[in-house]
């Protein structure tokens, strides 16, 4: 307990909001991804496994910013929610991106 309440665990929720990874190229990347046939979500599946460190660092970031219960997955309503909030996006549009990125389908 004495460890979560060190500075540098406490410090990163602050670094985390003063530089948002999830930007509005994010959001376009992942709404052209929904758009984009199986077979190029396949393939741009594969070339994630090719991404650098810092690329993976921004994935990961962006990824942390939708995690809101922290638990390593992203919810449907917690992804709508973060959507809709700092991009107003529609709750349609959520679900069509939503649905292209989950792949566990649960």
């Given at each position: 307990?004495?460890?979560?309440?060190?500075?540098?665990?406490?410090?990163?929720?602050?670094?985390?909001?003063?530089?948002?990874a999830?930007?509005?190229?994010?959001?376009?990347?992942?709404?052209?991804f929904?758009?984009?046939?199986?077979f190029?979500?396949?393939?741009?599946?594969?070339?994630?496994?090719?991404?650098?460190?810092?690329?993976?660092?921004?994935?990961?970031?962006?990824?942390?910013?939708?995690?809101?219960?922290?638990?390593?997955?992203?919810?449907?309503?917690?992804?709508?929610?973060?959507?809709?909030?700092?991009?107003?996006?529609?709750?349609?549009?959520?679900?069509?991106?939503?649905?292209?990125?989950?792949?566990?389908?649960?």
């Open positions: 307990e004495k460890a979560l309440k060190h500075p540098w665990i406490t410090g990163r929720e602050q670094l985390r909001s003063a530089d948002p999830l930007d509005t190229s994010i959001l376009a990347a992942m709404r052209q929904a758009g984009a046939s199986r190029r979500r396949a393939c741009m599946e594969m070339m994630a496994w090719s991404l650098s460190f810092e690329e993976r660092q921004e994935v990961r970031g962006a990824f942390e910013e939708l995690d809101v219960s922290r638990q390593g997955t992203i919810t449907l309503g917690a992804f709508r929610e973060v959507l809709k909030t700092r991009f107003d996006v529609q709750d349609e549009d959520t679900k069509n991106v939503f649905d292209a990125l989950d792949v566990c389908h649960d």
